[in-house]
């Protein structure tokens, strides 16, 4: 079989294991995907030690007399609207539309800030009435967790704004669409890690 | 900007070839996890403060939305498929819920073991904040803390 073959011949009839390397985009994809997983295996450990740690109040605040419902499903509105709006980006990212990637990374910026601004509200309320971390070892773990997350949202904020900035400076290469990608692919996985969060710690807490 | 699209073109990588994407067909997906997610989330809510439900059933019912929820957030937003490309990402995906299953579950099975075995300090007992963690195994009359 000649090497020259039309590629669309070859992906019918050449098994995959025989195709050669992946498309670049594929391949990227997968190195990432390997990595949130490994990520998402660092917060399954804070998600145990709060599962373990949950009822040790030591006499302390509960869940259910810190948690405020409304504020967790506002935030949680914030974090689902922003992912949307990610996608929006990647779609506008793929139609190469640099005016609509814009709109849909400030969007994605703005509804992830706004997340944070809660989140950092509801922390410093907490701290302010003695529930800080240092108060039993159930907080420890709820700061541990909710906190980790809301570094990876601040870290991808810092990452989106570094993003459009390379959109503008290097333009719609390869190397720059891969990282959009990527960025992509790690806000949603922050959505699903918030899912666990918002399920065992807010609407678990009795 | 011609040299950039040339290596743009030359790495061939800038869409998958037969995939020609337009506003309509590409906001599909996007649409259909928003809607989805919604849903699930105000299920979610609704569910943890229900007296509809038995009680015991709400740990359940908040356990299967959230997987619901996690699984469209897979499948529309981080375009997990079961197609040729996706069979690694499935793969990987399958280890990583499996150890995040083993991390969760055995900590919580192992603490709650050792939890049982610790006389003094039981759950629901007084506080005891020199022996936490440290099972009373020393002979008595030891001196348990610093």
């Known amino acids: 079989m000649s090497a020259s073959a039309p590629t669309v011949v070859t992906e019918i009839e050449i098994p995959i294991s025989e195709r050669g390397p992946s498309p670049r985009k594929v391949i990227i994809g997968y190195g990432f995907w390997l990595f949130l997983l490994s990520d998402i295996i660092v917060f399954s450990a804070l998600f145990a030690a709060y599962a373990v740690l949950s009822g040790r109040t030591d006499g302390g605040p509960t869940g259910a007399q810190l948690f405020h419902r409304q504020t967790v499903l506002v935030e949680t509105g914030c974090l689902l609207f922003s992912s949307f709006a990610c996608a929006m980006m990647s779609l506008a990212i793929e139609l190469r539309r640099r005016a609509w990637m814009v709109a849909g990374a400030l969007a994605t910026f703005v509804l992830g800030a706004a997340f944070l601004v809660l989140e950092l509200g509801e922390f410093g309320a907490m701290i302010a009435r003695g529930a800080g971390p240092n108060r039993s070892a159930f907080l420890s773990a709820f700061f541990a967790l909710v906190g980790m997350h809301g570094l990876h949202v601040s870290i991808g904020l810092a990452w989106l704004v570094s993003m459009v900035a390379q959109v503008f400076t290097l333009g719609w290469r390869p190397m720059v669409i891969g990282r959009l990608a990527c960025f992509s692919l790690f806000w949603h996985a922050l959505d699903i890690v918030w899912i666990g969060v918002f399920t065992i710690v807010y609407l678990g807490a009795r | ?146």
Do not use: Y
Not at chain 2, 37 to 56: C, E, H, N, R, Y
Not at chain 2, 114 to 130: E, F, K, V
């Open chain 2, 1 to 146: 900007m011609d040299e950039r699209e040339l290596r743009q073109a030359q790495s061939g990588d800038s869409e998958t070839p037969g995939e020609s994407p337009d506003w309509k067909s590409g906001l599909v997906k996007p649409l259909m996890g928003l809607a989805g997610s919604i849903v699930l989330t105000l299920a979610s809510f609704w569910a943890a403060g229900t007296p509809l439900v038995w009680g015991p059933g709400v740990p359940v019912l908040l356990a299967a939305l959230a997987i619901g929820q996690m699984g469209v957030h897979l499948v529309f937003f981080l375009h997990v498929s079961s197609g040729p490309e996706g069979t690694n990402t499935i793969l990987a995906l399958a280890f990583g819920v499996f150890v995040v299953a083993l991390v969760v579950f055995g900590s919580m099975v192992i603490m709650a073991n050792l939890d049982a075995g610790m006389a003094s300090c039981g759950m629901h007992a007084s506080p005891c904040p020199q022996s936490f963690g440290h099972p009373p195994l020393s002979a008595p009359g030891a001196p348990t803390g610093p």
